[in-house]
């Protein structure tokens, strides 16, 4: 009897205490505009309130206004002496996407994470400065970490914005998976 309670006992301290889970943290966001007669950037930052909340926030004024024809690509890498591509690089129509955000799952995946954070909750045509104000990387640690196993390092998330065919904007997040 004493063995088996032993045995028990063990066992739940193992499944404990190696039920371990990842923290995605932001550690750097970049945004560049690359035609400045088409888009600005006002504002791009990482605000660090505390130790345990930091947040981005990014304007953008667009210049050349509406716009109907917008595509986006998502590349993921990992810092392996230096930036290597790591599982995704996609690119999709954004306007199609907004009518229909089931029919691409990477893309939803993608639009969840900053969705509620964000005015870029509507189709074409898009006739107004883009915001994405203060999404918090607590929001993206349950959707990468316990869904998604990442191996721990260094990550950089680029999002590059082409409209009408031409590379407008490059918005790069640096992420810290420990």
């Not at 205490?17 to 923290?23: D, G, I, K, Q, W």
């Not at 969840?112 to 954070?117: A, D, S």
Request: with cysteine.
């Amino acid at each position: 009897m004493k063995l088996n309670l032993s045995v028990a006992f063990l066992m739940i301290s193992i499944y404990f205490f190696t039920e371990v889970y990842s923290l995605v943290e932001f550690t750097n966001v970049q945004c560049e505009s690359l035609d400045k007669d088409f888009a600005l950037v006002e504002y791009c930052y990482l605000k660090s309130v505390n130790r345990s909340y930091k947040y981005v926030s990014i304007k953008v004024n667009l210049l050349k206004r509406p716009i109907n024809k917008v595509k986006v690509n998502f590349a993921l890498y990992q810092r392996l002496n230096g930036y290597k591509p790591f599982l995704y690089n996609i690119t999709f129509d954004a306007c199609r996407f907004l009518k229909s955000p089931k029919s691409n799952p990477v893309a939803l995946y993608f639009y969840n994470f900053y969705k509620e954070y964000s005015n870029m909750n509507h189709t074409c045509p898009y006739d107004h400065d883009i915001v994405l104000d203060k999404l918090p990387y607590h929001s993206i640690n349950n959707k990468v970490t316990k869904t998604l196993p990442f191996p721990e390092g260094s990550y950089m998330f680029e999002v590059n914005w082409m409209a009408y065919g031409i590379p407008r904007a490059v918005t790069k997040f640096y992420l810290s998976l420990s």
